[in-house]
């Protein structure tokens, strides 16, 4: 996959989600080989500002390519934003116009901007103007089933200099739910002349293997079913690349690669907000184990990383007890 001047080692991109891939957990998915990471969205006025947990969003202390994801919907703040974010130097900037959150459209931010053609165009061309790297754009299908408009943004995009299109292909009406409508990232692919990622529905290897085989896309971009799964990102970009996968992680990975992600959310953000922010995913971790909905109780209960990383602890020994054919709960 290239972007610009950009050649990728591979097509897997992290998707950003807020909430979830913070600093800690890109490195993590780094590890796992993929090719390109995104922060969570950031604010333009909380750039502008300064706002404390805006500015720990925008770090990007972590190994390989980065892009940091800006929303707003005003050109003056954005415009000030990317000279904000000029100073950090990431290696793209990706405009986020597919958000389905009720705060961010309710400003007519997010795919909320996909409603306004001509301002999303005056947006994506003052970016570009004012960005020292390439800026891409995270847009979804539209609206609804009856506004569905991305092949006409994407075109704006292109014209307007972007530099790659990312198409989640919902519609903000759909949230995540309902079923991804992958033709609509080959239309794109089929109309677009800059590379285009698809997004959404891509929960294992072979998801990623037949919607680039359907679509033509340049890159996939991996979302939830990373959550707990960061060996997602491995097996992807394996599958993708030489046309084989690692082995599915067993109850022992997931504990422990639990408590490495406890122990560096607390050494980066302290341990109150690190053990609280660990439990949804200690929760993600865990799923699928048997009894792990008695140990997501425990877990939010936990206050401090040694409660915390003695219940998971307690619970792998209480795993390792069971016949492997009893670990799982049953479907």
């Known amino acids: 996959m290239q972007i610009a001047q950009y050649q990728f080692p591979n097509p897997v991109v992290l998707a950003p989600m807020a909430g979830v891939t913070d600093l800690v957990f890109r490195r993590i998915c780094k590890e796992m080989g993929c090719a390109l990471s995104v922060t969570e969205m950031i604010s333009d006025k ?8 805006t500015m720990k969003i925008a770090e990007i202390a972590e190994p390989g390519f980065v892009s940091v994801q800006l929303f707003g919907s005003e050109v003056e703040p954005m415009i000030q934003a990317v000279e904000r974010i000029n100073e950090i130097h990431p290696h793209l900037i990706d405009i986020n116009m597919g958000c389905p959150a009720l705060k961010i459209v309710k400003n007519g931010e997010g795919s909320a901007m996909m409603l306004k053609p001509e301002l999303a165009s005056e947006i994506m061309a003052a970016v ?20 569905i408009n991305c092949l006409e943004i994407a075109k704006r995009a292109e014209a307007a200099g972007v530099s790659a299109i990312t198409l989640h292909a919902r519609t903000r009406e759909q949230f995540y739910g309902g079923k991804a409508d992958w033709q609509y990232i080959k239309r794109l692919k089929e109309t677009l002349t800059i ?34 799964n960061p060996w997602l990102i491995r097996n ?11 082995s599915t992680p067993n109850y ?21 907000t690190g053990v609280r922010e660990m439990r949804k995913h200690g929760a993600w971790y865990l799923k699928s184990l048997r009894g792990a909905s008695g140990i ?8 401090t990383v040694d409660e915390m990383e003695g219940i998971l602890l307690g619970y792998q020994r209480e795993l390792a007890r069971l016949p492997e054919d009893q670990i799982l709960e049953s479907s």
């Open 46 to 53: 909380g750039l502008i500002y300064s706002q404390r947990a």
């Open 128 to 147: 570009v103007q004012h960005s020292i790297v390439p800026v891409t754009v995270k847009m979804r299908l539209g609206w609804d089933a009856k506004n």
């Open 195 to 228: 590379p285009v990622i698809g997004n959404g529905d891509i929960w294992l290897p072979e998801d990623a293997a037949r919607m680039q085989s359907l679509t033509g896309a340049d890159g996939v971009m991996i979302g939830r079913g990373i959550l707990g």
């Open 236 to 246: 992807t970009v394996a599958l993708l690349t030489n046309g084989q996968v690692f």
């Open 252 to 272: 022992r990975d997931k504990i422990q690669m639990a408590i490495r992600h406890l122990h560096e959310l607390v050494a980066y953000k302290g341990e109150h």
């Open 296 to 303: 997501r109780i425990l877990l939010n209960s936990a206050k």
